[in-house]
């Protein structure tokens, strides 16, 4: 046992306790503490994203922080939703006529579709999600509601209670510049929404059970002057190149407020020393996508059951060493997100994949299948 662990250990106890954590120490996590798992989008392998039965499902196994994305109504109101548009994920087209879609500027894409700030939550109250994944269960289509932020904070609070432990919520701002021009709520009003839902729910504290979320940096330096609860700077790629490194192609390639701004760094340069150093002046954790945090190689051997070498066959080869840089800056790492049907990118086994990253040492990461998620900790 490092010193150092057994000094954190003394002032982390409540906070292992709270996120349902044991209390070994041979984690590689920045405070040594055993990694979240993080319901992303509730349990939603199983059941439909963003539903309080499936962040209820996701309570049951064992997450310990369920996942909100957070969109805003016609009338300002914070509903979970992957997408500010509501054609993916419910039967919004079954309800209503196509005259209600609109045409607006979606993060530098004309996008045509059923907007959610274009519907009452009243509206919205009358749509049922629907499973966004055509190979994962389709009979709990049409069954549940679109979820408020405030119903999702009250199943974290009474299921936690159920289960006998705080299960922390991770909302996510969805296209923060996007709320704010382009569907015209103007600056700061989605966060200052959720900032004062947030306070009201947990208080205004570093050790309240939540982390805020963005892939957009300036709302989270705003949120950094507004709040003591815990940030999180998102970073996301386009995709994997052949030879493993990481293809950064619009919209993908930058923070959204980037663009607009003008600033030329890309979500590659937020993972350098500097990048990570600047991070840390208004964020707690960074969130990279997870090729970023693993080496591959191709050695020619076919991984994934079929007989097509691609970038999944690749076999894993340590860390990049973004969680360590991450780590020495004092950021907390958690990376995403680790699916059953779809583990790939070195694994054949989604529990293997996800024990590999908890031995380098992430934080926590988001998964859609929690319950792997809990064996692979439990197991690892
Ligand atoms: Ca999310
Ligand atoms: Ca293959």
Not at 184 to 200: I, M, R, T
Request: proline share 4%; charged share 20%.
């Amino acid at each position: 046992m490092k010193i150092s662990h057994a000094l954190t250990l003394l002032t982390l106890g409540a906070a292992l306790q709270a996120c349902g954590g044991d209390d070994d120490l041979h984690y590689n996590t920045l405070n040594g503490s055993a990694p979240l798992v993080i319901g992303h989008r509730g349990a939603s392998g199983e059941l439909p994203e963003h539903t309080l039965e499936g962040y209820t499902l996701a309570i049951q196994q064992g997450a310990d922080c369920i996942e909100p994305d957070l969109v805003l109504t016609k009338d300002g109101e914070m509903v979970a939703r992957h997408e500010p548009v509501l054609d993916g994920t419910t039967d919004v087209a079954q309800k209503f006529p196509a005259s209600r879609m609109s045409t607006r500027n979606l993060d530098g894409i004309s996008t045509t579709a059923y907007f959610a700030s274009d519907f009452t939550l009243l509206e919205i109250k009358t749509l049922r999600a629907t499973q966004s994944r055509a190979s994962r269960p389709q009979q709990f289509n049409g069954l549940y509601s679109i979820p408020t932020l405030a119903e999702v904070i009250q199943v974290a609070k009474s299921e936690g209670a159920k289960a006998g432990r705080t299960v922390c919520i991770y909302p996510e701002i969805k296209h923060s510049t996007f709320h704010a021009v382009d569907a015209g709520f103007g600056a700061h009003v989605f966060e200052d929404k959720l900032v004062a839902a947030l306070h009201a729910a947990y208080s205004n504290s570093a050790d309240a059970p939540v982390f805020i979320q963005s892939f957009e940096v300036a709302n989270l330096q705003y949120l950094n002057t507004k709040t003591q609860i815990k940030l999180v700077q998102l970073v996301d790629a386009d995709d994997v190149n052949a030879d493993g490194s990481m293809s950064l192609v619009a919209p993908y390639h930058k923070p959204y407020d980037f663009v607009v701004a003008g600033d030329s760094r890309n979500f590659a340069d937020l993972l350098s020393e500097s990048g990570l150093t600047f991070i840390k002046t208004y964020a707690d954790a960074v969130g990279p996508w997870k090729p970023y945090l693993v080496k591959t190689v191709n050695d020619g051997v076919e991984r994934t059951g079929d007989t097509t070498l691609t970038i999944n066959d690749r076999r894993v080869d340590g860390s990049t060493g973004v969680i360590e840089r991450a780590h020495g800056k004092g950021l907390l790492v958690h990376t995403w997100t680790f699916r059953n049907d779809a583990s790939g990118y070195g694994f054949k086994d989604p529990k293997a994949e996800m024990q590999y990253y908890m031995r380098l040492g992430v934080d926590g990461l988001f998964t859609d299948f929690p319950a792997t998620g809990v064996a692979a900790r439990k197991d690892l």
